[in-house]
């Protein structure tokens, strides 16, 4: 069986019609077909049925398919180690981040990466909810994605590599001269009938709002509710609400004009992955990157530790 036809079987498993594969391999709806019609002629299977005006893969796709991603491994695995035998991390890389996550690391990275030269790191801002962060590892080499929870397993282990890079602890901000602002911790029960500035649903701070409610007893006053934190940070420094914000990234412009404060009782905190596909994983480009945001997310959390004192 021909490799490409193989990796297109395998973007149709991902993307789910042929439009999606046709643009994100360049070709035309009609070519990416009949490439998939001469891949099931070579397997001797249908590997796709039709459903309404669309096509999925029958169970002998979805097998194939999945042998397709074991190829796609074990291709770069094998030029990733022709890479390290000649020292060579060179190509380009496309990362996308979610905005705090790019402006807290990325420029870091980029430094780093130019001291080792011959690779070109391309950067994109998103900001999904958590659930689709695992959908732009299609279309990127790593993908920078933030989660209330510590595990991996978050994403499906077969489809992602999944790389823990930090844990930022998350604050509630408030204006200064807010009544809260004199305290030094804040406990669930301080933050009822408040006027929360929030995140849409679906987004991780939602949780962390949701677990506030649960161990205060009473549901949080949520007035607003978006997903760029830079709006957030100026309702807050405005007066018109308090807020869940990561602390290592929280302020920017509105710094001196809104309060952090530390929140117990409460597990606080998000969880920073970089996101792959396993056969963009192997490859020694990729890895290069990986290892400089390693090394960037140590040293913001270092920088960090004496705005992050030990939480009850």
């Known amino acids: 069986m021909d490799v490409r036809r193989l990796e297109l079987l395998r973007e149709l498993a991902e993307r789910g019609s042929i439009t999606e594969v046709a643009r994100a391999t ?11 019609r ?3 002629r070579e397997a001797g299977l249908p590997l796709t049925e039709k459903a309404g005006r669309g096509i ?5 796709g979805r097998a194939l398919a999945r042998s397709a991603s074991d190829v796609a491994v074990a291709i770069e695995h094998a030029n990733a180690l022709w890479d390290e035998f000649r020292n060579d991390p060179t190509g380009e890389v496309s990362l996308a981040t979610f905005p705090t996550g790019g402006q807290m690391l990325l420029p870091g990275v980029v430094k780093r990466l130019d001291e080792v030269g011959g690779l070109t790191l391309h950067c994109s801002d998103r900001d999904p909810e958590s ?20 595990a991996a397993t978050n994403w499906p282990a077969r489809e992602i590599t999944a790389v823990k890079l930090m844990t930022e602890p998350l604050d509630i901000a408030l204006p200064p001269g807010h009544p809260l602002a004199s305290k030094d911790m804040l406990d669930p029960e301080d933050l009822v009938g408040e006027r929360w500035i929030g995140v849409p649903w679906g987004y991780p701070f939602e949780r962390t709002i949701q677990d506030i409610s649960t161990a205060a ?5 949520v007035v607003q509710r978006f997903g760029d934190t830079r709006v957030t940070e100026a ?3 405005g007066g018109l609400g308090i807020a869940i914000l990561p602390c290592y990234t929280a302020g920017g412009a509105y710094r001196s004009e809104i309060v952090l404060k530390n929140l117990r009782g409460v597990v606080a905190e998000r969880h920073i992955f970089a996101l792959m596909r396993p056969d963009r994983a192997e490859r020694l480009a990729v890895r290069t990157v990986i290892d400089a945001l390693r090394a960037e997310a140590d040293a913001v959390v270092a920088a960090n530790v004496h705005r992050n004192p030990p939480r009850d």
């Open 131 to 150: 659930d689709d962060f695992p959908a732009l590892t299609a279309d990127f080499d790593i993908v920078l994605a933030h989660t209330a929870s510590s």
């Open 56 to 60: 999925v893969l029958t169970d002998a």
């Open 235 to 237: 309702f807050v420094a």
């Open 26 to 36: 360049h070709r035309t709806p009609s070519a990416v077909s009949q490439q998939l």
């Open 38 to 40: 001469v891949l099931e």
């Open 217 to 221: 007893g009473a549901p949080m006053n």
